[in-house]
């Protein structure tokens, strides 16, 4: 399988993620928004406007119209849904609590309505509530997994008590109850004075080299540095990150890092930031979503908590709100290159592409870092123009030189390899991914390219195949790499091995058109006809014009030559 727009997609993002803090490009304020219920308009109404708002993605006029209604019939427990739902997607923290109250007292509130409770109680200081809160969570069983965290940060919050005593069960149970335990017990210990045991236990998390818990690795490298240690700090960035690699840059320069996490809101921003992203990485959610605002309500100055909420939003195509909560990131803080990538990324999507490639460019042309020019390119490649991608890449590489200032050298080389390849240069771009193998040569996504792309052209076929059973190797999981494995064997003339790689391909994603489309050409070659146009016309769901047009013509007149998958 050839995924160039999902690769370049995913290594733009984490390499956009780096870089030095610049000026800020902040967008016009929206208006502030308010409930306001006229005695004309009955509650019915209120509530049709509202739905049709959330229909057109109108997040904050939706949560207006919502709020109107429940204003207007304040025991109607549909519209309280609605109403809570809404304002934790638009971030209306007040609309949220009034909403989850009704609900309450109803009994009808969901389990994440008592997270945003807790954090009520914990904002006003009221530590028995919060404690009672927190065993009505445990008594749910739902998101019971956090409760040892949140009395953790309840004790710790309260000034009485070892916080560390409520994670010790935990840590002994297992299970991702025991993982986000051991997370925050470093946490706690770097911020109860005992920072030796706390880098301990920072280190005991990563995995060989200093690699994961990156996250966990900056907030707690930022406590350290808030403590005076900067010693300690630099010794847990250490590693090849983009982000990593842009702290210690930072420490170095006496810049400030993202927050560190030492209070019980900063510890509970922290947890629900976590469990967002882990629920996200599921499928997107509701929940996800109002985990992440809880993380914007209870540490508004921690700029992850904005981003983790955007990138939500952005999964959602909540484009307008994710771009106006970027607001929150201001231009002198550690995250504002990474805010702003998203920014040019929302405008991309808001279809104000000329926007965001102006205001790209303007970045890269007083920028000395290599990230400036990637997003440049990444923004080129979004806009279908390779060539432009191209030499933005090579701008990124030139400033990089022979280090890793926007990421590993190889994913600068994949970049440029890929964008040449899509550009149809495969005289320059080939040279380019020898180069990006040679220098991450247990790196499947380069390996699978290289392979794939000599593939395509029917050339070189052993060396293709070397390179690809290598990237299975590295990840037999991976569906887009089996799918490039069964398409070799096919290509060479292995049609029951091929046949039997891509049915496998094609269970672990079956939505996706290549993977569906080279298997009917196999089914196709083997005699099967029926089972071919099966596979073509689950292709054709999700394929794009030229693909199914190509397609088509296989189902209505059956596999040619001219017709076959590239």
Known sequence: MSPLRPIAAALIAGLL??????????????????ATVSPEISPVLEYVRAR??????????????????????????????????????????????????????????????EMLLLVEAVAARDWDGADALADRIEKDQVFAFTVPVLRAWIVRGRGKGDPLEPLDGARRAGGIAAAYAAEHRA??????????????????????????????????????????????????????????????????ERKPLPPGVSTAPEGLAELFTRVAV??????????????????????????????????????????????????????RDPMAEAARGQRMELLVKLGDRETALDEALKTARRSTE???????????????????????????????GSGDGAGPRWTLL?????????????????????????????????????????????E???????????????????????DSLGWTHYVRGDVPRAIELLERAVEGEPGEPTINEHLGDAYWSAGRRLEARFAWRAALVHADDKEKQ???????MGWTPEMAAP
């Open 460 to 482: 070189n076929l052993a060396e293709a195949q070397t390179l690809i059973e290598r990237a299975s190797e590295l990840r037999p999981d991976d569906s887009a790499i089996t």
């Open 17 to 34: 993620a780096s870089g030095a803090t610049l000026p800020a490009l902040a967008a016009a304020p929206a208006p502030q928004l308010r």
């Open 550 to 556: 190509r397609i088509g013509a296989k189902i209505d």
């Open 278 to 331: 882990d629920i996200n990485r599921e499928r997107v959610t509701p929940i996800a979503l109002t985990f992440a605002r809880l993380g914007t309500f209870m540490a508004p100055k921690h700029a992850e908590t904005w981003l983790v909420a955007s990138e939500l939003l952005t999964a959602q195509e909540h484009y307008g709100t994710a771009l106006k909560i970027l607001d929150n990131i201001g231009p």
């Open 414 to 458: 994949l970049l440029l390899g890929s964008s040449l390849h899509e550009a149809g240069d495969w005289a320059a771009a080939r040279p380019v991914l020898e180069e990006a193998a040679k220098a991450a040569p247990d790196e499947a996504v380069v390996l699978n390219y290289l392979g794939y792309a000599q593939l395509e052209r029917r």
């Open 187 to 252: 946490l706690l210990l770097i911020a109860t004075g005992q920072r030796d045991e706390g880098v301990a236990a920072v280190k005991s998390l990563t995995g060989p080299g200093g690699r994961g818990a990156l996250r966990l690795r900056i907030a707690a490298a930022a406590a350290l540095v808030k403590a005076g240690d900067r010693g300690q700090a630099l010794a847990l960035l250490d590693g090849e990150e983009p982000l990593l690699a842009v702290a210690r840059r930072r420490i170095a």
């Open 52 to 113: 049709a708002a959330d229909s057109a993605g109108l997040t904050e006029l939706a949560a207006v119209g919502y709020g109107a209604a429940l204003a207007a019939s304040p025991d109607d427990e549909l519209i309280a849904t609605r109403a809570y739902r809404q304002a934790m997607m638009a971030g209306d923290r007040a609309l949220a609590v009034r909403a989850a109250r009704i609900l309450d007292a109803k009994d009808r509130l969901p389990p994440d309505g």
């Open 370 to 400: 290599p990230a400036a020019w990637t997003r440049v390119g990444g923004i080129y490649s979004q806009l279908d123009r390779p060539a432009d991608a191209a030499e933005a890449y090579r701008r990124a590489i030139d400033l990089a």
